[in-house]
């Protein structure tokens, strides 16, 4: 009998598709504004229209978000993790070309932290010489790997080996370069009115607007409310494991008139992952696929970052627990806490993702967030 059940927000109740319009212009600034490498200044600008919003993801990412998929297929969820390797791979591509005659420089950039200074330093350099961005390399680089998760990151130091001759460490784990591209796509995201709020720091370039008013829900609002209704009138707990920010769950939530319906205790967002990573001696990420997110969203927010990474696992009566979510992260994370998994088929790969959930057997594939009810009355 299901007794918990624990949402995923992004692809299950409300839509990707701002987040990634966020990451492909948050790619596109850290390469081309005079902020950061500055290598096409005369195409920067922070009011694109729906129609320059599309071209820009489809150059990043590809016409079909091919470079999404595969970032997703090998379980990488967070839109930061995604920014970050995305842009990472592509300084690799653009140091390349300029390896012969700045093998110095590039070497020693590659030992130090990688902050906005470095890179201001690495694009005036950069724009002395004729280089080209290239985001379709990423599909054929990393077809050739096999790393799944963060230790993506770990082969972008491979990259770096084979490409520019350096030995580094500098692309692992969360680094100074990660923050970066994780403070740019908050700017693109929140808009201007929310960036210190949500990140603590201001905006390093004002006039974007954000995303955060415009949120598309899944299903209708109506019936998402009349959903979390039915399980609590049923007795079924409910919760919230996002890799989105509290900003970023809470006020729409709000403004949906959902937050009514929760326990703020059990809306486990990407600021407590965080916050918990900057708790550990050892630095890590504990962003999904490791089920931090879903055992703090199982046992609450009052809970010690401690008693959750020591939970044993699967955990007790892992079976009363359901998680819902869209990613094969999600299905990973819910696998190593022994619990349930029902897949939805409102992600970024719609009703294409049902081979990959067959293939991992998930417990239930549901055409949306709304079956859920159906499961519930049969339990």
Not at 115 to 123: A, K, T
Not at 189 to 218: C, H, I, M, P
Request: some cysteine; charged content about 25%; hydrophobic content about 40%.
């Amino acid at each position: 009998m299901i007794k918990t059940v624990l949402f995923d927000v992004d692809g299950v109740l409300l839509s990707e598709e701002h987040y990634f319009d966020a990451s492909a212009l948050t790619v596109w600034e850290l390469l081309i504004s005079n902020n950061y490498l500055g290598l096409a200044l005369e195409k920067f600008k922070t009011n694109y229209s729906a129609a320059e919003i599309k071209t820009i993801r489809e150059n990043v990412f590809g016409k079909n978000d091919d470079v999404l998929k595969l970032m997703k297929s090998r379980g990488l969820n967070a839109n930061w993790d995604m920014i970050y390797l995305s842009f990472g791979h592509q300084l690799i591509h653009l140091l390349s070309q300029i390896k012969e005659k700045e093998d110095d420089r590039i070497n020693s950039w590659l030992q130090e932290p990688i902050d906005r200074e470095v890179l201001l330093e690495m694009g005036r350099v950069l724009q002395k010489y004729e280089v080209n961005i290239d985001f379709d390399r990423f599909i054929s680089d990393f077809a050739q790997s096999t790393e799944t998760k963060q230790e993506l990151f770990n082969y972008l130091n491979q990259l770096a080996s084979v490409q520019l001759g350096v030995q580094t460490t500098i692309f692992s784990g969360i680094s100074a370069l990660w923050s970066v591209c994780e403070h740019t796509s908050q700017e693109w995201y929140v808009g201007d009115e929310n960036v210190e709020k949500s990140t603590g720091r201001r905006s390093v370039q004002l006039g974007k607007k954000g995303f955060l008013a415009n949120e598309t829900t899944l299903a209708d609002k109506a019936e998402i409310e009349a959903l979390f209704s039915f399980l609590k009138e049923s007795g079924v707990k409910i919760g919230i494991g996002t890799g989105r920010p509290e900003l970023e769950t809470i006020q729409p939530f709000h403004h949906l008139d959902w937050l009514k319906l929760f326990d703020v205790n059990y809306i486990v967002t990407a600021d407590d992952v965080l916050k918990a990573e900057n708790e550990l001696v050892e630095r890590q990420s504990l962003s999904k696929p490791h089920p931090f997110t879903y055992i703090m969203g199982l046992n609450g927010r009052k809970t010690s970052v401690e008693t959750c990474l020591n939970t044993p696992l699967p955990i007790e009566k892992g079976e009363e627990v359901l998680v819902v979510g869209d990613s094969l992260a999600d299905l990973l994370a819910a696998r190593k806490m022994g619990c349930q998994f029902a897949a939805v088929l409102t992600g970024l790969s719609g009703k294409d993702a049902r081979s990959d959930f067959e293939k991992y057997e998930a417990d239930y594939i549901l055409d949306t967030v709304l079956d859920v009810r159906g499961l519930i009355e049969k339990n």
